[in-house]
Structures are given as structure tokens and as C-alpha cells.
């Protein structure tokens, strides 16, 4: 996909909170599948504490001179972090597949989708004003030219997986204007590469999507309701400990688990790195490394199929045992 160096540089920033227990799992299964070099890069709350910024530019910097980068979570700083380094890495697109796994208990075990959430713009622009006391307002912003660019992604996706349609979630019917011309800008996209962009409500698509999950395969959001409906997915195939994503640019990439800091389990070694481990198999994709990613996944499915597995699975394993257990299968 990129022009990279022969021994790809993957920056590796663990930041707060259980980030800190699930990366390190993740980096030792990329050591066990491939010759890579990692720079470590600090986010976060902790070095804010420490520096005053939970982004020091020496990490924008080490992030904007690798091939990739592996990221777990940050706390309260998300905003001043996750954003600008998506920024960094250029990303329009954030792809988050969630399915549900053998030997895992699921709400909707027939969920199999993945969501291609907008990754620059709409309520997530960062435009919010404090007015008055009393009134504070947000602006959302939709360009052509991003919706343009991840209907493209989600075209091509289509027709690398053989899909002839996909899920373009919306809610034009209020937001007239700004989702309007997010709709209009994928469908015609769509319509140049004759795949049929079917629209949904994006409230409609909770429902839809827990009532008959297995009529979605691409859902194509909003940078807010990807957020929210990947969350939901999450939920619906066994939880936040389950669902990676990568932050696509045109050559550099970010690759993170779905999820936060988890300060309610955090520092008690119990965190679930399966969602940072496929995190870190997008990465190798994202490298060309394809079987390097399948050996991963095939190693992961496994380990879910037949243990160990954290609590949050209903297991009571460590994420220092699950993450040992799936490199002793790879
Ligand atoms: P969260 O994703 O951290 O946790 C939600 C729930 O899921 C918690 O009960 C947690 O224990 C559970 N959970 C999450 N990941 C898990 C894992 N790997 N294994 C087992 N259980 C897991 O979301 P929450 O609580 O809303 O946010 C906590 C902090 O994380 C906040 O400070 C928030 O700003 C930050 N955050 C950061 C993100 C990022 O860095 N990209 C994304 C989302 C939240
Ligand atoms: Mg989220």
C-alpha cells in the first residue's frame, strides 16, 4: 500500500489507562511475526501531568516518520490527542469491522459488518463556542470533497470484497443541509463506480442493526455515528474488547482498539488486548504483511474459540496469559 523502508518503522504509543497492559501484548505478537522497528512515542494524560501537553511534538514527530503506528488509549486528553494524530497521519477513513467469534458469547452472533466512519470532520471538527452562561453552540462541518474521498475508500472496499452495495447512514431529514450534502457526495460517488449506496437513518440503524444485523455488511458514517454505532456493535458481538480500527491516510496509518483507557479495570492486568492485537493485524495489512495478518487473526480466533480468555469474556485469565497464548499458536 505505502512505500516503506525495508524494515518498516512502527511508532508504538501505549498512553493511559489499560493502553498501557494491551499494547505491549500487541507489539510482542508483531515481534513474533515480523522483522520491525519501533519507536516508543508518549500521549497523553500522564505526560501532561509530567510536561504540561498530552501530545509533545516529538511524538507528531515520530508518528509522521513511520509507516504506521500502533495506539492504545488515551484518558481525558482523548480529544487533544486521537484527533490530531489522525490528523497527522492524514486519515479520512476510520475502519472499524466488528464480527462476533466462535466460543464467544454474542447478543447477534450473525453480526459480521464493518463501519467506515468519516475521520476529519462533521461534530468532531472541533469548532465549539462558548456563547454565554447559558449557551454553547457546535458547528458541524461537512465538505464535499471528505465525503467524496471516504465514499471512494468504501467503493473500492466494495469492490475488493465483491459487495455490489452499501449502508450510507444519514439523517438528512433534520440535518438538511450538512448531512444533505453527505449523502448527495457518497451516492454519486457510488453511482460513478455503479455500487448502489443505500441510505438509512442513523437512528433507524440502531434499531436495524440489532434486529437483523446480519443485513449489513459495509456501513458507510458520519464521523459522530460511527463513533456511537461501532460502539454498539461492539455490544452486540461481546464487547469493546473485541473491535480494532485503523485510521487510514493516503500512505501513513494509525492503528488502535475501539476503545478507551477502561479506568474501571485499568492496572489490574485483566484488560481484554484481543481488540489491540487485531488492531495491530489491520497494521500489518496496512504494511502488505497479508499472511503475516491472517497467521495473527487465525491465532486470535483460536485462542477465543478455546481460551484463555479475559473476564470480560467471562474467562479468568490475564492479559499477559491471553497475549502469550495466542503467540504460542502463531
Ligand atoms: P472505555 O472503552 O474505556 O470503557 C468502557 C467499558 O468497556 C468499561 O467498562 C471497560 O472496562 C470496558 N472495556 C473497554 N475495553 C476493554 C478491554 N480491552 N477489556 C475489557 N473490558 C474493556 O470507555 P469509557 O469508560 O467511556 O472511557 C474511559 C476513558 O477512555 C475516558 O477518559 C475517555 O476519554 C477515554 N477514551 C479514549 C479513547 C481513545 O484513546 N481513542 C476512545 C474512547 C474513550
Ligand atoms: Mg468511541
Known amino acids: 500500500m505505502t512505500a516503506q523502508r525495508d524494515t518498516p518503522r512502527i511508532a508504538v504509543i501505549d498512553g493511559d489507562g489499560i493502553g498501557r497492559e494491551v499494547v505491549p501484548e500487541a507489539r510482542k505478537v508483531l515481534e513474533a511475526v515480523g522483522?520491525?522497528?519501533?519507536?516508543e512515542a508518549e500521549a497523553g494524560d500522564a505526560v501532561a501531568e509530567r510536561t504540561g501537553t498530552p501530545l509533545p511534538e516529538e511524538t507528531r514527530e515520530t508518528v509522521a516518520d513511520a509507516d504506521a503506528t500502533l495506539f492504545?488509549?488515551?484518558?481525558?486528553?482523548?480529544?487533544?490527542?486521537?484527533?490530531?494524530?489522525?490528523?497527522?497521519?492524514?486519515?479520512?477513513?476510520?475502519?472499524?469491522?466488528?464480527?462476533?467469534?466462535?466460543?464467544?458469547?454474542?447478543?447477534?452472533?450473525?453480526?459480521?459488518?464493518?463501519v467506515l466512519r468519516e475521520n476529519t470532520e462533521g461534530v468532531y471538527?472541533?469548532?465549539?463556542?462558548?456563547?454565554?452562561?447559558?449557551?454553547s453552540t457546535l458547528t458541524r462541518v461537512v465538505t464535499d470533497s471528505a465525503s467524496r474521498r471516504l465514499a471512494e475508500f468504501a467503493c473500492q472496499y466494495c469492490e475488493e470484497m465483491g459487495l455490489e452495495s452499501f449502508h450510507v447512514v444519514h439523517k438528512a431529514n433534520v440535518m438538511r443541509e450538512t448531512d444533505g450534502r453527505f449523502l448527495n457526495a457518497v451516492q454519486s460517488i457510488a453511482a460513478e463506480h455503479g455500487i448502489e449506496a443505500e441510505p438509512v437513518l442513523m437512528d433507524a440503524?440502531?434499531?436495524?442493526?440489532?434486529?437483523?444485523?446480519?443485513?449489513?455488511?459495509v456501513l458507510?458514517?458520519?464521523n459522530l455515528a460511527g463513533d456511537v454505532l461501532s460502539d454498539q456493535a461492539a455490544g452486540l458481538?461481546?464487547?469493546?474488547?473485541?473491535?480494532?480500527s485503523a485510521n487510514l491516510g493516503p500512505e501513513n496509518a494509525m492503528f488502535e482498539p475501539v476503545h478507551g483507557t477502561a479506568p474501571d479495570i485499568a492496572g489490574q492486568g485483566m484488560a481484554n488486548p484481543v481488540a489491540c492485537v487485531l488492531s495491530a493485524a489491520m497494521l500489518l495489512e496496512h504494511l502488505d504483511r497479508y499472511d503475516a495478518a491472517e497467521q495473527v487473526r487465525e491465532a486470535t480466533e483460536a485462542v477465543l474459540a478455546e481460551g484463555p480468555t479475559t473476564p470480560d469474556l467471562g474467562g479468568d485469565a490475564t492479559t499477559?496469559?491471553?497475549g502469550a497464548a495466542i503467540r504460542d499458536r502463531l
Open 205 to 217: 440503524m440502531a434499531t436495524l442493526m440489532s434486529l437483523q444485523p446480519a443485513e449489513y455488511d
Open 72 to 114: 492504545g488509549a488515551v484518558g481525558d486528553s482523548a480529544a487533544d490527542v486521537v484527533l490530531p494524530l489522525r490528523d497527522v497521519v492524514g486519515s479520512y477513513v476510520n475502519v472499524r469491522p466488528a464480527r462476533a467469534y466462535p466460543g464467544v458469547e454474542a447478543v447477534r452472533p450473525e453480526l459480521d459488518l464493518v
Open 125 to 135: 471538527a472541533g469548532h465549539e463556542q462558548r456563547l454565554s452562561d447559558d449557551l
Open 35 to 39: 522483522e520491525f522497528e519501533f519507536v
Open 320 to 322: 499477559a496469559a491471553v
Open 220 to 222: 458507510v458514517t458520519p
Open 237 to 244: 458481538v461481546g464487547g469493546l474488547g473485541l473491535l480494532p
